[in-house]
């Protein structure tokens, strides 16, 4: 990431402009740029002002006499005091800002851990600890007047029972789990020991390639062997059915060794398959140990994989706004279910309470006039490959596909070592710009923060989070994101404090994301900012999409489901 072309630094807060794409008209900057709607009676210079009263006697209309009495003369006037001028009034934005507090977030957050304390450890779909935190969820948006509903479905989830890599000649060698390999997810089973086969590799310049991707790669392959395939051009789901329709007994996918900001090409593969067990067994392992393995003369390994899918049932929390139009709808979601291996309260515990604390405050409150409804969705099985916001999405018949305004997405909020990430909704900074309405739902974020004095950097729409399935459907998307497994740069460290060469979240998919794991800093301030956009978008008029008949344009394919690489 190529900060100094593309942080938006706190210099911009001296003056906020907001450049509004040709699809939201300019009632939408002003609203945008004024913070939100006005307070009611707050307005500078509304001062008292002879005779406004509420006709009650003493209370700023004469009082009468009793009917039987003549009234008392009246006092002479004494030289009124001259008008005050009224306080400035707080936009509505400053006023749910001031109502989100820390405190509310950070018990929600304890409520996330209780339940995983309290359930395995975890708070993964289909576990006992999801349904704990759905039903504190629901409590909580029932106490602040909301009617949350639950949405069912059911998927083929991964398992995976054992997995072995070793080296059996030369030189005998067990690899690691989790640093040597890893089993790519929707990987079938198979116990092969065969000799090893590169199949159109590259180790040299920038390593372009197409290793696997094309039947011809495998011409002259011997039926049996272990295919050992490097990261490039396709999918990883295409190389693998390739290399069992050449016969393969196995598969290995090396990382690349080039270079693509934002993304590591060097270190570990952390991949999927797709959605089907293949045919074949499949592991991801790191350049290195690619580069090793090719070079290796009588190379023989043995691929271990005990796989299988079960249908697993959960659910999408869900909860409206009884004010608003319910044909321009704003979608708020984040994803409620953690990994396996741990509680998940930074992944994503912090997005959840960020927008359950947000649909609290305006619930509770009730003032704010709401042009839109928002519908604040909590996501299950998100880390199984965005599988309940997915399913949410292919719900919608063209009639609710029109009538969603926006997708605003809150995914890791809270890191430890965090940088405040935009979704880049413009494209200017990694080329790839999300649907129709999206570049101003990043002006909003950025605005914001150049507002209240603080730094903001663009990152890219790769299909990590539950965005995507809005994006692929035409839907503008935006939303914050503070960092995981990617290593902060000393750029970053400089503008954005905390650690270079340190991951942004340690504890990221791991047993150590527990409620210790949060910066209470990022925290307050991804929160405030998520509920200045909430706002900002249920009370604007502006038409997002580029009005009515527009065209939902199809984006380019990602390289992510989840937090899984595709390719």
Not at 50 to 64: A, L, S, V
Not at 192 to 218: H, K
Request: proline share 5%; with cysteine; hydrophobic share 35%.
């Amino acid at each position: 990431m190529k900060l100094s072309r593309s942080v938006r630094g706190a210099a911009l807060a001296a003056s906020i402009v907001l450049t509004v794409s040709a699809a939201a008209p300019a009632a939408f900057a002003a609203e945008v740029n004024s913070g939100g709607k006005a307070g009611q009676g707050t307005q500078q210079g509304q001062g008292n002002q002879q005779g406004q009263g509420n006709g009650k006697p003493g209370q700023g209309q004469p009082g009468n006499g009793k009917p039987d009495k003549p009234g008392k003369p009246d006092k002479p006037d004494k030289p009124g005091k001259p008008d005050k001028p009224g306080k400035p009034g707080k936009s509505d934005s400053e006023k749910l800002r001031d109502k989100v507090t820390l405190k509310g977030l950070l018990g929600h957050l304890d409520a996330f851990q209780a339940a995983a304390d309290a359930n395995n450890g975890n708070r993964a779909a289909g576990t006992p600890g999801y349904e704990a935190s759905a039903r504190y969820v629901e409590s909580q948006l029932r106490k602040a007047g909301y009617q949350p509903f639950r949405q069912a479905f059911t998927y083929e989830q991964f398992v995976l029972n054992s997995d072995a890599l070793e080296q059996v000649s030369p030189n005998p060698a067990a690899y690691t789990a989790g640093t040597d390999y890893l089993t790519m997810s929707y990987s079938g089973s198979g116990d092969v020991t065969a000799a090893v086969t590169a199949v159109d590799i590259n180790l040299t310049g920038t390593r372009a390639n197409s290793s696997g991707c094309e039947a011809a790669d495998f011409a002259g392959f011997t039926p049996g062997n272990i295919a050992l395939l490097q990261r490039g051009t396709c999918a990883f789901g295409d190389k693998v059915a390739n290399a069992a329709a050449a016969g393969a007994s196995g598969a290995i996918i090396f990382n690349q060794g080039n270079e693509v900001p934002g993304d590591d090409r060097t270190g570990l593969i952390n991949g999927t398959l797709g959605s089907e067990l293949s045919a074949i067994p499949a592991v991801g392992t790191t350049f290195a140990l690619g580069e090793t393995l090719a070079g290796t003369p009588g190379l023989t390994l043995r691929l271990s994989v005990d796989s299988a899918i079960k249908a697993t049932e959960t659910f999408n929390v869900i909860a409206d706004t009884p004010k608003g139009d319910p044909t321009r709808q704003v979608v708020v979601g984040a994803h409620l279910d953690s990994v396996a291996e741990g509680p998940g309260i930074n992944d994503n515990g912090s997005g959840s309470a960020a927008i359950l604390e947000t649909a609290i405050q305006l619930g509770k409150t009730g003032k704010f006039k709401l042009e839109n409804q928002v519908r604040f969705a909590f996501w299950g099985a998100e880390e199984d490959g965005l599988v309940g916001s997915t399913h949410y999405v292919s719900q919608l018949d063209e009639t609710g596909l029109q009538n969603t305004l926006a997708n605003l997405n809150f995914d890791m909020v809270g890191s430890p070592n965090f940088v405040r990430f935009v979704y880049d909704g413009d494209g200017d900074a990694f080329g790839t710009a999300g649907p129709t309405g999206s570049a101003a739902i990043e002006e909003v974020f950025e605005s914001y923060f150049a507002s209240v004095g603080l730094a903001s950097a663009p990152t890219e729409f790769s299909g990590r989070s539950d965005y995507q399935a809005f994006i692929n459907n035409g839907i503008p998307a935006g939303g914050l994101f503070t960092g995981a497994e990617g290593i902060k740069t000393a750029e970053e460290a400089a503008i954005f404090g905390g650690t270079a060469g340190t991951a942004y979240d340690p504890c990221y998919h791991s047993v150590c994301d527990t409620r210790s794991n949060i910066s209470n800093k990022a925290m307050d301030e991804m929160s405030d900012a998520a509920a200045h956009a909430v706002l900002t978008f249920a009370q604007t008029e502006a038409d997002l999409r580029g009005g009515a008949g527009a065209a939902r344009t199809a984006p380019a394919q990602p390289d992510y489901l989840g937090h899984e690489a595709l390719r």
